[in-house]
């Protein structure tokens, strides 16, 4: 495998560690709720080794992610539609608190590339 697809690979493994674990699943669970024995999860979220097409899909179905999050990490219009649809119930100054808070988390985050 070349370098550059070892990162790819290493980088949709990261990807699929952190849903697993903001779900709150083993290792053996989300095996078992994306239908993929715990041998192929545990390879494929350390990166070593490379995803099908179809088990990608699966992953994805499984932690409710677009398969475009767990490849490229940008989430799809659909994810943010429906973060927007989260938020659409906060009154005004709700929505002028969240907005404070995500500027000054966007500069945290800044801070920390």
Same mark, same amino acid.
């Given at each position: 495998?070349?370098?550059?697809?070892?990162?790819?690979?290493? $980088?949709?493994?990261?990807?699929?560690?952190?849903?697993?674990?903001?779900?709150?699943?083993?290792?053996?669970?989300?095996?078992?709720?994306?239908?993929?024995?715990?041998?192929?999860?545990?390879?494929? @979220?350390?990166?070593?080794? !490379?995803?099908?097409? @179809?088990?990608?899909?699966?992953?994805? !179905?499984?932690?409710?992610?677009?398969?475009?999050?767990?490849?490229?990490?940008?989430?799809? !219009?659909?994810?943010?539609?429906?973060?927007?649809?989260?938020?659409?119930?906060? $009154? @005004?100054? @709700?929505?002028?608190?969240?907005?404070?808070?995500?500027?000054?988390?966007?500069?945290?985050?800044?801070?920390?590339?």
């Amino acid at each position: 495998m070349k370098q550059e697809d070892t990162v790819i690979v290493k $980088d949709v493994g990261k990807r699929i560690l952190e849903c697993r674990k903001r779900l709150g699943l083993t290792q053996e669970q989300a095996a078992e709720l994306a239908g993929v024995s715990h041998q192929f999860f545990s390879v494929s @979220e350390i990166g070593k080794k !490379n995803m099908r097409a @179809e088990n990608i899909v699966k992953v994805a !179905n499984a932690f409710g992610v677009s398969t475009d999050y767990l490849l490229t990490g940008k989430r799809s !219009n659909s994810e943010l539609n429906d973060f927007a649809a989260k938020i659409s119930v906060l $009154d @005004e100054q @709700e929505m002028d608190l969240l907005e404070q808070v995500i500027e000054l988390f966007i500069v945290a985050c800044k801070k920390d590339r």
